[in-house]
């Protein structure tokens, strides 16, 4: 049996993201528990505050806002906060391809 991996504490400012329950969008921890849609509105925590922010977080999947809530470790570019990771980046851009290109649509 395996174990849950443990979560390595955060060198980075931090921000959270989620999937909105109602439509499955990406969101983003904000202001005062809220979710937003736009990554430059997210509540940034400086690392020693990713627990109180995970914390804060939680109570959005426990309220049936969103699902599968995790920290994502950012930097400031241009005084935006731009995630470290990749698949971060692409989350944070919205959908990489259209949702039912031309010429793909099934006859009804």
Known sequence: MSS???AR??????????NRLRDGRVVWLGAEGSWVEALAA????????AAEGLA????GERQ?????????????LAGAPVPLKFRERLRAAGPSI?????GWRLAS
């Open 4 to 6: 849950t991996p443990k």
């Open 9 to 18: 504490p955060a060198t980075a400012p931090v921000v959270f993201t989620a």
């Open 42 to 49: 997210a509540r940034v925590f400086p690392p020693e505050a």
């Open 56 to 59: 804060l977080a939680k109570q």
């Open 64 to 76: 049936q806002q969103v699902v599968g809530v995790y920290g994502v470790e950012i930097r400031h």
């Open 98 to 102: 259209a949702a039912e290109p031309a």
